[in-house]
């Protein structure tokens, strides 16, 4: 069933053109290029174009026929491992057991000819599982499979090692892919799948070396979860859990309904570069409860159009913004290639709000309020540690909450024309706040405390950066609203070096 995509291609907005010529600054040696709708075509569009695979099997490979039903999970039961299997043309299919799959065996390889299809024909659940490591899947569309809800389709078990390459992942229920440590996803399609487009999530320990790099992540969350279940914060492109080291780049991601790309809980050492994302219905980028990040060289436009007007037309005077930093931060005792999260030389055009810096007063471990299921942060092995009285003193005092400190966004370009948005209001903010701490009765956090701390002592810094447009901002909490000249000065002292053009294009 085909798919219509709602992805949208508008020209640059005049009044940003004008604004960028009026700063002198594309001199400049940070200075971005205006992003126009010919960026994308530098990007992975390799869902219009994948790459074919073999037209005739390699040496020593198991030919799979497609007339057969199961033929690929039966030569793979029978073959040893590191078999090499070559998927003719045609539509392959597994016997109609919902819990019929592919094993494979350490170090299998499965290739597609041309035309080769693995069709779940929504009866099946998995497409491959198990444990084996060093396994890997090219140039083959898997669709069809019918994947619960956070389980995933390809690499179901979270198995180490994988490479998925060159493959169209479409609509399935579900995750359309999995992933485990040290695992290569690059150059694929991961196209209108129910849930997520990747989710990577392993159920005991943690994922290390993950690499994503050059694909395409597009119509991702077709069931439209964030619906089904108000508040799981559980769809969108892709989602990472527990990831500990992960390079993301050069990938176009648009299009998903919900986020973009979003780390949720326990992320650690994360570099995001080089991408495109853009017209996704929520945040391009959520970061939370994770640490240490390096942001860097995105193209991100017309991002949380949905979300953020869904929530301002409900009067929520909550900053919603493209990049959504909540409860994350640099901590020096995580290791990993940098320790805070610096966002820079990022160009960010005409999305719904710019980016916000945001601590729950509320959320810390064995707090009612986290939502993070129990998790505690990466510095306190032992959560019934963080209850009274230790918890109000130090260390404890500071390592039993994700602490919103040490992000660093500098030499970035912001753009925003409110005739291109079709908004008046609530869509212009660039924020750094937190709530005022009143849940549990026993918290040592209630009142300003973390809004004063998250403002002013935590070192949360803008600078250098170049705004063109009508923007404003937010500081310690929701209700305090400041122009430029409010930013700069004292008390909160933001935006050192920074350009503002702010002129409205309505």
């Known amino acids: 069933m085909g798919i219509k995509w709602r992805h949208r291609v508008l020209p640059a907005a005049p009044l940003a ?25 530098s990007v992975a569009r390799v ?11 390699p040496a020593g490979a198991v030919t799979v026929d497609p007339a057969v039903v199961g033929d690929l999970a039966a030569k793979t039961r029978n073959s040893p491992p590191h078999t090499t299997f070559w998927l003719r043309p045609g539509r392959h299919t597994l016997a109609p057991d919902r819990y019929a799959q592919v094993i494979p065996k350490e170090g299998n390889s499965y290739l ?21 490591r060093g396994v890997t899947v090219r140039h083959l569309t898997v669709q069809g499979f019918v994947a619960p809800h956070d389980e995933g389709v390809v690499n179901h078990d979270s198995a180490d090692g994988w490479a998925i390459e060159h493959t169209t992942i479409q609509q399935n229920s579900g995750a359309g892919l999995m992933a485990g440590a040290g695992q290569q996803v690059r150059a694929n399609c991961l196209r209108g799948n129910g849930q997520y487009g990747m989710n990577a999530y392993k159920a005991t320990g943690r994922i290390s070396g993950l690499v994503v790099e050059g694909n395409e992540i597009v119509g991702n969350n077709t069931d439209d979860w964030e619906r089904r279940r108000p508040g799981c914060g559980c769809a969108g492109g892709v989602k990472f859990w527990a990831v500990d080291g992960a390079d993301v780049r050069r990938n176009w991601v648009h299009d998903n309904r919900g986020a973009g790309l979003w780390a949720d809980t326990n992320n650690n050492d994360f570099r995001i570069e080089d991408n495109l994302l853009e017209d996704n219905d929520g945040a391009a980028l959520i970061y939370e409860t994770s640490y240490n990040a390096v942001i860097r060289k995105n193209t991100i436009r017309r991002n949380n159009w949905v979300e953020g007007r869904r929530y301002a037309d409900s009067g929520d005077t909550f900053p919603f913004a493209t990049i959504y930093v909540s409860e994350s931060g640099g901590e020096p005792r995580i290791r990993a290639r940098t320790d805070k999260i610096e966002i820079y030389r990022n160009v960010l055009e005409n999305n719904w709000s710019g980016i916000t810096l945001w601590e729950n007063a509320d959320r810390f471990c064995n707090s009612p309020a986290n939502t993070s299921s129990g998790a505690c942060t990466l510095l306190v092995k032992d959560t019934g540690r ?3 009285p230790a918890i109000a003193r130090a260390p404890l005092y500071a390592d039993c909450r994700w602490k919103t400190q040490r992000v660093d966004i500098h030499d970035n370009r912001f753009v925003l024309d409110k005739s291109v948005l079709d908004c008046t209001v609530k869509c212009d903010r660039m924020a750094v706040l937190a709530n005022y701490g009143t849940y549990p009765d026993w918290s040592p956090y209630q009142g300003e405390r973390v809004a004063e701390a998250i403002t002013r002592a935590q070192h949360n810094r803008w600078h250098d950066n170049v705004y063109l447009g009508p923007w404003s901002f937010v500081a310690h909490d929701p209700g305090r609203l400041l122009d430029s000249w409010q930013w700069q000065g004292a008390p909160y002292r933001q935006d050192a070096g920074s350009v503002f053009r702010a002129r409205d294009g309505g």
């Not at 053109?17 to 075509?41: I, N, R």
């Not at 597609?112 to 084996?132: E, I, S």
């Open 17 to 41: 053109l004008a604004l960028l010529a009026a700063t002198g600054c594309e001199g400049t040696p940070d200075a971005q290029p205006e992003p126009t709708a010919a960026h994308s075509t």
């Open 47 to 57: 869902c219009g174009k994948p790459a074919a695979g073999p037209v005739k099997a």
């Open 112 to 132: 597609g000819a041309p035309g080769a299809v693995f069709d779940g024909r929504r009866t099946n659940q998995y497409a491959f599982g198990g444990t084996a």
């Open 386 to 388: 963080c209850a009274r």
